[in-house]
């Protein structure tokens, strides 16, 4: 899980992308890339929570850290503003194929995390689909 996500907003549209060397893919469509300095293109602030926005989770103040499974499935994980050490992965990957296209969902690890469910919905960090799985 060290895939970084960044939404990249060229001719009025914008993408969400994966990083990968010194270009920005499309996670919906690999073909489509934006290489500095070759395409006009502009990095979108979003409005999720930053690295130094911190959570009340199991009595400890950690930050929240969007990544990817190596196969394109989200994940969140929990980590130490500080040491910046992950804590705990909130999520699991359940998925054998890769995530073609954008994922319109991330499972929650209740097994061992048991509360990481009800501290995503509190904190208004996800919403509870019912997809069970």
């Known amino acids: 899980m060290n895939t970084r996500l960044a939404i990249i907003r060229s001719e009025g549209k914008e993408h969400l992308c994966y990083r990968e060397e010194e270009c920005f893919v499309d996670v919906s469509y690999p073909m489509v890339t934006f290489t500095k300095g070759e395409d006009d293109f502009e990095i979108v602030k979003c409005d999720h929570p930053s690295m130094e926005e911190t959570f009340l989770y199991q ?3 950690l930050s929240i850290v969007i990544e990817m499974y190596h196969n394109g499935w989200p994940a969140l994980s929990l980590k130490d503003p500080v040491t910046h050490e992950i804590y705990t992965v909130l999520t699991v990957n359940l998925e054998d194929k ?6 319109d969902r991330a499972f929650v690890d209740i097994n061992n995390n048991p509360d990481a469910m009800e501290f995503l919905l509190s904190n208004k960090l996800a919403e509870d689909t019912g997809y069970r799985r």
């Open 59 to 61: 009595e400890s103040r």
């Open 98 to 103: 890769a995530a073609f296209s954008l994922p």
